[in-house]
């Protein structure tokens, strides 16, 4: 090999390396589009077993394809299921696959409410769901790169052949910068994420996070939501005050009355190594009465 060929051999080396650098630093600093649908559902089947339900679908843009992770938990007649599938696609679309056997999610944006149908297997049993309408009730979060919306509303549906009923909330997230939805790798934070309906189908959710100032995206927050079965009164809290044992977690909301939430038990779900994830029940007290409140909990710490 002549000098020459030695040198255009080195330098044709260099491009490519630095083209891959390139392509690193763009994938790392380069806005990536992240979705998220998350619906969590709290009922009962016709002889009144409580059975809770968590669907999640995530998309995460990579540099060519979209990343799906799709997990179910299920917890019904005092067992726990679990079941997760993950695969690449060059659609952001939510599509049967693995454990997810069908899915239909129809959008009417000028009623800002959509449908869900959904079918998925997991540990060998078998769940279709339906929610006929949703309203998207809470506006979370928006900006020019991030939309959050939740909305509250009741579903029915079947497990095994066995008919099954209650209450769903639905969490969406549309965001062209998944910076802006996540925690950077590295960043210390931590917080609580609490959704709950009481004995008169009432919504109430805590979310409160402290995200160290060094996160690209995602910031602290604190806010409360609260829905009104029978009114469909809708309100955003910014106040509350949270007081938190080894054995309860109470939550007292200044903006409703002074509404105070004790919850005393808690059974643990799977999660995360630094995180807690599972299902409290408690009683609530307001200017009405006092009645029985349950749902999910999770805790960060990282």
Known sequence: MTLFHKRLVIVIMAVFALAVLSVGLLYDFWPRPYFLNELTMQGTDD???????????IRSQTIINYDHYYTATVKYDGQIFRQMTQFSKFSDSI???GLLKSFNNYKNTEQA???YNLAFTIDGHELSIEIPTIQADFLAKSNYRYVR??????????????????NVKADVIMSSDGKQATISRGV??????????????NYYQIDVSEVAPN???????????YKSAASGE??????????????SLIITLPELNDTKISLTQFSALPADTNNQSGLATGVITDTTDQRNIAGEYQFYNN
């Open 95 to 97: 599509v049967p696959q």
């Open 215 to 225: 996160n690209t995206g995602y910031s602290s927050h604190q806010w409360a939501l």
């Open 113 to 115: 409410e959509e449908e």
């Open 47 to 57: 002889s009144g077993k409580v059975i809770w339900i968590n669907f999640q679908a």
């Open 234 to 247: 809708m309100r955003k809290l910014r106040q509350m005050n949270i007081a938190r044992t080894t054995s």
């Open 188 to 201: 210390k934070y931590s917080g609580q994420s609490i959704s709950l309906w009481d004995e008169m189908n």
């Open 149 to 166: 919306y939740i909305g509250v509303g009741s579903f029915k549906g079947t497990i095994d052949q066995k008919s099954i009923r209650g």
